[in-house]
């Protein structure tokens, strides 16, 4: 496992654009994940990228307004998140995972603390 601290969110008002931040050391061998979570619901995948980062994939939700991306060097990982909207209000989770198959919460075997993102209307 690694030890993962995301940092980035806040406060924004829509349409407005945050980026968030992962950083772990060692995590240039695993698929990094984004996740995010509304009170009384499961996590919700948004976001993954390959360890090489060649791969990318995307919640539809997300589609085209969120862009994961990572530099190994820094054993960091983004997501820069643009028109963001009242519904993208959530604790964002940073998550790590050695296969890149699976979109689903148990897939990730480390997690960061979380980081609120709130959206303004």
């Known amino acids: 496992q690694v030890q993962l601290v995301e940092s980035g969110g806040g406060l924004v008002q829509a349409g407005g654009s945050l980026r968030l931040s992962c950083v772990a050391s060692?995590?240039?061998?695993?698929?990094m994940g984004w996740f995010r979570r509304v009170p009384g619901k499961d996590r919700e995948f948004a976001a993954k990228?390959?360890?090489?980062?060649?791969?990318?994939n995307y919640a539809d939700s997300v589609k085209g307004r969120f862009t994961i991306s990572r530099d190994n060097a820094k054993n960091t990982v983004y997501l820069q998140m643009n028109s963001l909207k009242p519904e993208d209000t959530a604790v964002y989770y940073c998550?790590?995972?050695?296969?890149?198959?699976?979109?689903?919460?148990?897939?990730?075997?480390?997690w960061g603390q979380g980081t609120q993102v709130t959206v303004s209307s």
């Open positions: 060692g995590l240039s061998t695993y698929t």
């Open positions: 990228i390959s360890a090489s980062g060649s791969r990318t």
């Open positions: 998550a790590a995972s050695l296969n890149w198959l699976g979109l689903r919460p148990s897939d990730f075997t480390s």
